[in-house]
């Protein structure tokens, strides 16, 4: 399927690097507690004890045993929708090793596959109303954990939105302001950026949008509209500039994306998908040894 693409999107000595870091956070010393358990080889069963939940995260938990030693065997696999109780996957390796692994990946999986079951939901409530655009990530992400979050958007089938300040320009509120004008700072962004970025400019009214567009601005981004104000200025807009790409954001949570979507808008991002997004809980049980 698509995830298992998604899967080698990240880079293998990215996912090393992240593994360590993660580790070295969790044991930046001394391990003590894992002289008490030694180096038995076991088994541990990874658990889903969230209903209904789309598992995301699996190259991260998997680069972060294999970091200690240890092998990760999955029954599920990435992008599956899983429900309580329900058996993910069996670790195995020496038993200190597999302690000192256990939280960092949980924490991954934990937090990615919330991301990709809001996501999934997000999308799903798109796709019922027959809407045509992209539901969108943010910037708003947990700062050194963006990559994580993206590409759990990725198996979430939502857009990841710009990696970083360096993907695409987005003249905010400020940076408008700073340059004086929306007509100076997109010329003044299209002049830096060539022909390989787009240009989105954040706008609080359809005037601003108009001048946007007129700029030469590939994006519009309505910000804070009401989404009776929202579906007008989008229409107009289009109207007067049909290769426009128009994005609604602010204000957008799970309750209320219905009244956002609207044949006019093109792309609708949530900073909810990556704040406050409930987590997925997840737990390793290492199995008592058989006495024979």
């Not at 003249?171 to 004008?181: Q, T």
């Not at 400019?201 to 567009?213: D, H, M, P, Q």
Request: proline share 5%.
């Amino acid at each position: 399927g698509d995830c298992e693409g998604h899967m080698h999107s990240v880079p293998p000595y990215t996912l090393t690097r992240l593994a360590r870091e993660w580790l070295a956070e969790d044991t930046p010393n001394f391990d003590l507690a894992g002289v008490c358990v030694g180096s038995k080889e076991v088994e541990a069963q990874l658990l889903c004890k969230t209903p209904n939940s789309i598992l995301a995260g699996s190259p991260f938990f998997t680069a972060v045993f294999t970091e200690v030693g240890c092998t990760v065997d999955w029954i599920h696999q990435e992008g599956a929708e899983i429900d309580a109780i329900t058996l993910t996957a069996v670790v195995r390796g020496p038993a200190r090793c597999l302690l000192l692994g256990e939280r960092p990946a949980l924490n991954c999986l934990a937090r990615a596959s919330g991301i990709a079951t809001r996501c999934s939901r997000l999308q799903a409530m798109a796709t019922a109303k027959g809407w045509h655009g992209e539901v969108a990530g943010t910037r708003k992400t947990t700062p050194g954990f963006r990559l994580v979050e993206k590409y759990a958007m990725l198996v979430g089938s939502v857009s990841m939105h710009r990696q970083d300040l360096s993907g695409m320009v987005m003249l905010k509120d400020n940076h408008v302001w700073a340059s004086g004008s929306i007509t100076q700072a997109v010329k003044a962004a299209r002049s830096v950026s060539g022909f390989s970025s787009k240009i989105e400019v954040e706008c609080r009214s359809a005037e601003e949008g108009r001048e946007a567009a007129g700029a030469g601005a590939d994006i519009v981004m309505l910000d804070n509209f009401q989404p009776q104000e929202l579906h007008v200025a989008a229409h107009a807009l289009k109207e007067e500039f049909p290769t426009l790409l128009i994005e609604a954001s602010g204000g957008v949570t799970p309750e209320n994306l219905a009244t956002h979507l609207s044949p006019h808008v093109d792309i609708i991002s949530l900073g909810c998908i990556t704040q406050g997004c409930p987590v997925v809980d997840f737990s390793l049980k290492v199995q008592k040894p058989v006495l024979h």
